[in-house]
């Protein structure tokens, strides 16, 4: 039962709520559905590790993980599709807060920077990892490279998160200080990224005034 609206973005929450099937629809959700950035998806990774070394998830870690990738992989599908039919006219929207013409300027920027690594290091940034396959059909990048690229990230971000999760989950201070551990996770991968987002804002107010 749900005592706050809020406990459903709780990982524990979420795993204790619906088990594997709800893990793998809320990995889906935050790859390849835009309403997926709400989401917790680098602790809830984390945590579905320790779960799964106490026994609560009954499965193997590597099948929990397996499982996990398969979800991001096909949440990867979605959004770059979704990205390549719809996503033009998302960001041609002139008063949408997340869709602007820009971005896409932005994204190809990146792409050419970072090449389609960003697809692989994109995973274990929120945001990034939300908007990157959708991006990518956007650019219209090739399907056959995406789908590459793609299949390393959705391998590589549960191995690292539910490996890390299920061997460290053993320790009896993890255990004891588990939430707080959750809170440095989000703070250490949402952090740059804020950072970025205030820094330009000012350098945007400092270029008008």
Same mark, same amino acid.
């Given at each position: 039962?749900?005592?706050?609206? *809020?406990?459903?973005?709780?990982?524990?929450?979420?795993?204790?709520?619906?088990?594997?099937?709800?893990?793998?629809?809320?990995?889906?959700?935050?790859?390849?559905?835009?309403?997926?950035?709400? /989401? !917790?998806?680098? *602790?809830?990774?984390?945590?579905?590790?320790?779960?799964?070394?106490?026994?609560?998830?009954?499965? !193997?870690?590597?099948?929990?993980?397996?499982?996990?990738?398969?979800?991001?992989?096909?949440?990867?599908? *979605?959004?770059?599709?979704?990205?390549?039919?719809?996503?033009?006219?998302?960001?041609?929207?002139?008063?949408?807060?997340?869709?602007? !013409?820009?971005?896409?300027?932005?994204?190809?920027?990146?792409?050419?920077?970072?090449?389609?690594?960003?697809?692989?290091?994109?995973?274990?940034?929120?945001?990034?990892?939300?908007?990157?396959?959708?991006?990518?059909?956007?650019?219209?990048?090739?399907?056959?490279? /995406?789908?590459?690229?793609?299949?390393?990230?959705?391998?590589?971000?549960?191995?690292?998160?539910?490996?890390?999760?299920?061997?460290?989950?053993?320790?009896?201070?993890?255990?004891?200080?588990?939430?707080?551990?959750?809170?440095?996770?989000?703070?250490?991968?949402?952090?740059?990224?804020?950072?970025?987002?205030?820094?330009?804002?000012?350098?945007?107010?400092?270029?008008? *005034?």
């Amino acid at each position: 039962m749900l005592e706050h609206f *809020s406990d459903l973005f709780n990982p524990k929450t979420i795993i204790h709520l619906g088990g594997m099937g709800l893990l793998m629809a809320v990995v889906f959700a935050e790859t390849g559905l835009m309403v997926g950035i709400i /989401f !917790p998806g680098d *602790s809830l990774l984390f945590t579905a590790g320790l779960l799964t070394s106490v026994g609560v998830l009954q499965l !193997p870690f590597y099948a929990v993980a397996g499982l996990i990738a398969l979800a991001a992989f096909l949440g990867d599908q *979605s959004g770059y599709w979704i990205g390549w039919r719809a996503g033009k006219a998302l960001f041609q929207r002139p008063k949408s807060f997340f869709f602007r !013409p820009e971005y896409i300027q932005l994204t190809r920027e990146y792409y050419q920077k970072y090449g389609a690594g960003i697809l692989i290091l994109g995973k274990f940034l929120p945001i990034v990892r939300t908007f990157a396959p959708l991006l990518a059909g956007v650019i219209e990048m090739t399907y056959r490279h /995406f789908l590459i690229v793609s299949l390393i990230g959705a391998v590589a971000w549960p191995s690292v998160l539910v490996t890390a999760g299920y061997f460290l989950g053993n320790i009896p201070w993890v255990q004891t200080y588990y939430e707080w551990i959750i809170v440095g996770m989000v703070v250490v991968t949402t952090g740059p990224i804020i950072w970025r987002i205030i820094r330009e804002s000012r350098q945007k107010v400092q270029i008008s *005034s």
